[in-house]
């Protein structure tokens, strides 16, 4: 059974690894949080992406515009880098939105964080 194990720890990495479903974001408490929670959240979901349902990508929208609500209470206290950095993780989501082809899914999402800036 030893001789095993490292083979079994292999393929129990490699298969949650491959597991699929929606990213999710962490509300975060401080600005540099805000920053570095959006930046995790967004590259889950574009590495995810492609595996997306219809469910997976309602509540990756839910989480986004989470997202920008919590940037909204905090972007007054970012340096301008945070900011940028925000705006990056913010443009890797919608590049992930725009890889599906998907136009109505693209048009909501703009829609929804219209909302959350205004």
Known sequence: ???????LLVFLLAFA????GPATYEKAKTPEEVVS??????????KKSKHYTAE?????V?????????YME??????????MRYDNARM???GAVDATGDEELALRVKEEYSKVLY
Do not use: I, R
Not at 17 to 20: D, N, P, R, V
Not at 38 to 43: I, L, V
Not at 62 to 70: H, L, P
């Open 74 to 83: 905090v972007h007054n206290y970012l340096t301008t880098e945070q900011q």
């Open 1 to 7: 059974m030893k001789k095993y194990l490292p083979l």
């Open 92 to 94: 890797k989501f919608m």
């Open 37 to 46: 929670h959006s930046e995790k959240f967004t590259n889950q979901v574009a």
């Open 17 to 20: 690894g491959c597991q699929s």
């Open 62 to 70: 839910e989480q986004f515009v989470m997202m920008g609500k919590n």
């Open 56 to 60: 997976d990508w309602e509540a990756a």
